[in-house]
């Protein structure tokens, strides 16, 4: 069973400053691996998919990179801004669908 | 817009009042979903649909019903709500059922079971 941690649970950082957010998974056998944004009491925004052939994908200050052999994802936001400030989840899915197995996710706060 | 809406927003219920969660996209995908979210135990699935009159359990089924009739809907049914199934619920869905595509997710529904 696909389990998916995420730490540390929450972090802070000057406006500026590089995030660098972890995600860890146990089943090297993941599909894909997905990045999601949560803003407080809303719904989940997707940003980043990365397909299980991939090692990386980028779309603008945001890189995500998989590494199935280590059971690592690495989510790296440069440049971070206030606006940035939000919780932050993977999700793994595995080849029999497209079931996503969360992570607890990493609640950021970048102070001005 | 590409979207997956949901309806209610925000219900509060007493126990044992059946109640349906609506939820729809517009995207024709094959895949649906539905999670619960809970502090400390963050996102879990509940059923999922690989295509229409296609539904399975996942992890924390108990108590649920979904049913797929039309492509586009998938409602969550609680038969009898119990004050354990207060909870943020979300719909989801993608357009590959076993394909590396991204899911795309509703704005919640916040449920009170009292």
């Known amino acids: 069973k696909q389990e998916v941690t995420q730490i540390p649970a929450a972090l802070s950082v000057p406006e500026g400053e590089n995030l660098v957010l972890n995600c860890s998974f146990t089943?090297?056998?993941?599909?894909?691996l997905q990045w999601f944004r949560q803003d407080p009491g809303k719904g989940l925004t997707s940003l980043l998919l990365i397909q299980s052939s991939q090692r990386e994908q980028t779309s603008g200050r945001l890189n995500a990179s998989l590494d199935k052999s280590s059971g690592r994802s690495t989510l790296y936001i440069a440049a971070s801004q206030p606006g940035d400030s939000a919780t932050y989840l993977c999700a793994g899915s595995g080849a029999a669908g497209n079931k996503l197995t969360f992570g607890g996710g990493t609640r950021v706060l970048v102070k001005p | 817009e590409a979207q997956v809406t949901q309806n209610p927003r925000y219900l509060i219920t007493v126990t044992g009042k059946k109640l349906t969660v609506t939820c729809s996209q517009n995207?024709?995908?094959?895949?649906m979903s539905w999670y619960r979210q809970d502090p400390g135990l963050g996102l879990r699935q509940i059923y999922y649909s690989m295509n229409v009159e296609v539904t399975d359990k996942g992890d924390v089924p108990e108590g649920y019903k979904v049913s797929r009739k039309e492509k586009r809907n998938f409602p969550l049914i609680l038969e009898s709500p119990s004050p354990n199934q207060t909870s943020l619920y979300f719909c989801a869905s993608s357009g590959l059922a076993g394909g590396p595509d991204t899911q795309y997710f509703g704005p919640g529904t916040r449920l009170t079971v009292l």
């Open positions: 995207m024709n995908h094959e895949y």
């Open positions: 089943d090297s056998a993941i599909y894909n």
